[in-house]
């Protein structure tokens, strides 16, 4: 139904930024919310940030709050995740996710990426 595509995941020093993309396809006029989620090796995914379509109201996890940004852009379908101020806490694998639905949680989104790497060096 939705395609999704992460990029723009690298190598960082801690106290850098990177910003990545999460690029739509398919049919996205539906889509509810989007929403960003994080796995480190060996830990459980976990929820990072998620964004409204329509209305651009947005929600963080504690853990990256005041560090990252989620934003989308409607013309190119795409769902930016600017993430400041990083720390080797933040290494991981960066999905973004999709849905329709308002109601569903984030782990239960239909729609889901490959992920991107993200690494943060001391």
């Known amino acids: 139904q939705v395609q999704l595509v992460e990029s723009g995941g690298g190598l960082v020093q801690a106290g850098g930024s990177l910003r990545l993309s999460c690029a739509a396809s398919g049919r996205t006029f539906s889509t509810y919310y989007v929403a960003w989620s994080r796995q480190a090796p060996g830990k459980e995914r976990e929820f990072v940030a998620r964004i409204a379509w329509s209305s651009g109201s947005t929600s963080y996890a504690d853990s990256v709050k005041g560090r990252f940004t989620i934003s989308r852009d409607n013309a190119k379908k795409t769902v930016y995740l600017e993430m400041n101020s990083l720390k080797p806490e933040d290494t991981a694998v960066y999905y973004c996710?999709?849905?329709?639905?308002?109601?569903?949680?984030?782990?239960?989104?239909?729609?889901w990426g490959q992920g991107t790497q993200v690494t943060v060096s001391s």
């Open positions: 996710a999709g849905d329709s639905s308002p109601f569903r949680t984030w782990s239960a989104y239909g729609d």
